[in-house]
Structure formats: structure tokens, C-alpha cells
């Protein structure tokens, strides 16, 4: 049980997972932004161009609801199609997918940038013992052929 144990920890510390742990996060998060920009700016704006209308109201009844006539409780509930939440939805994910593109560009962008940089030249490595001495041999006979 200890060794499974460890195995997790092992597991759920590694970078890649932590990492993804708070992409998940933000995502959350981002999306009920997303979700805030879609219900209460786009689509009143939408709802005011197709004259008034709530698209999340929009349905299709398959069964109206049965009220009781003297109390008007609910005996059986309306069965309905919702396609307007279903509208809403897709305007959401649609404008996460742009988002999320574009953001991926960016980042594209930024690793084609830093790909493109020449890295810098390492420094000549110093010449060895050996070549040392060859270089003072080879000074030395053409010092000799100079005098003679």
C-alpha cells in the first residue's frame, strides 16, 4: 500500500501533471467568463437584433406541462427540446476555440522567433599541449631558416 502510495506521489508531482492541474484550473475559470460574455453581452445584443427575443427561452415542447386545476401544482412537467441553450453553448464554445487559437499563434509565433536566433558561437577551444609545441618547433625552424 506504501509503494502505491509513493507511486501516486511520484505521479502527481511531476511537472507535466502539476502543470496541467493549473491549466485546468484556469480553463474553468476562463470559461465561465466566457460563459458571463455570452449570456450577458453577445446574445442581448443578438436577442436585440432578432426583436427581443431570449434564446435560452427557445424550445421545442414535446409535452406541455399537466397543472392541477385547483391548485395549479404540477402534476406532470413540461418535456421540452431547449435548441436556444443549445445556440448558447455553441457561441461559446466557438469563441473559446478562437481564443484558444489565438493563443496558440502567439505562442507559435514567440518558439518560431526564438528558433530562428542563431546561437551564439562557442569560443575556439585553446589549441593542446601538443599543438603548442608544434607551433614553437615550427616558429623555431623558420626563425633558423630566416638566419641562415
Known amino acids: 500500500m506504501k509503494k502505491f502510495f509513493n507511486e501516486f506521489k511520484e ?23 466566457v460563459t458571463s460574455l455570452v449570456n450577458d453581452i453577445i446574445m ?9 427575443a431570449n434564446f435560452s427561452e427557445f424550445k421545442f415542447v ?7 386545476g385547483a ?12 435548441w436556444g441553450a443549445f445556440v448558447q453553448t455553441i457561441v461559446d464554445f466557438l469563441i473559446i476555440a478562437f481564443c484558444i487559437f489565438l ?9 518560431r522567433k526564438k528558433a530562428e536566433e542563431p546561437a551564439p558561437e562557442p ?9 603548442q609545441l608544434l607551433t614553437e618547433i615550427r616558429d623555431l625552424l623558420k626563425d633558423n631558416a630566416k638566419k641562415q
Open 123 to 131: 569560443a575556439p577551444a585553446e589549441p593542446t599541449k601538443e599543438e
Open 11 to 33: 505521479f502527481a508531482m511531476r511537472g507535466n501533471v502539476v502543470d496541467m492541474a493549473v491549466g485546468v484550473i484556469i480553463g474553468g475559470a476562463f470559461g465561465k467568463i
Open 103 to 111: 493563443a496558440i499563434k502567439v505562442m507559435n509565433k514567440f518558439m
Open 71 to 82: 391548485t395549479q401544482e404540477v402534476i406532470t412537467p413540461e418535456v421540452a427540446i431547449t
Open 44 to 52: 442581448p445584443g443578438i436577442g436585440v437584433l432578432t426583436g427581443g
Open 62 to 68: 414535446l409535452q406541455k406541462q399537466v397543472l392541477d
